[in-house]
């Protein structure tokens, strides 16, 4: 059974840490200050003792990344969402593109958890 779209399970099991991973970095979202702002692991925390840390995100941080996500997520149009359009490129994005195009394997991964459908 596919996952509903932007579910927090979705989220929890592959999406989130992507996300984290390529745009949680204190160059592009891993800072309080920005409208989408997210913790990562071995970047911002919320225990600054744990920043740079590699031990993995407490829930907390789990919840506020997936809340601050769903801030960039139209969910009657996931596909047309703000988050993916500017991570591939069809939207400006002041960091550049974090996927080379839609097709990259974890591009589709976010699209797959954005619409609960598979992305050929």
Not at 17 to 23: F, G, P, R, V
Request: hydrophobic fraction near 40%; include cysteine; charge should be neutral.
């Amino acid at each position: 059974m596919a996952a509903l779209p932007a579910s927090r399970d979705g989220f929890d099991r592959e999406a989130g840490l992507l996300i984290a991973k390529k745009c949680g970095d204190a160059g592009c979202h891993g800072r309080a200050e920005r409208p989408f702002a997210l913790f990562a692991t071995g970047a911002r925390r919320m225990d600054p003792t744990e920043t740079h840390l590699k031990t993995a995100l407490r829930p907390q941080e789990v919840d506020a990344n997936y809340a601050s996500t769903l801030g960039f997520v139209d969910s009657t149009q996931p596909r047309e969402t703000t988050l993916l359009k500017k991570a591939v490129g069809l939207l400006g994005h002041k960091g550049g593109y974090a996927f080379e195009a839609p097709s990259d394997p974890m591009a589709k991964a976010i699209a797959a958890w954005l619409t609960g459908v598979e992305v050929p």
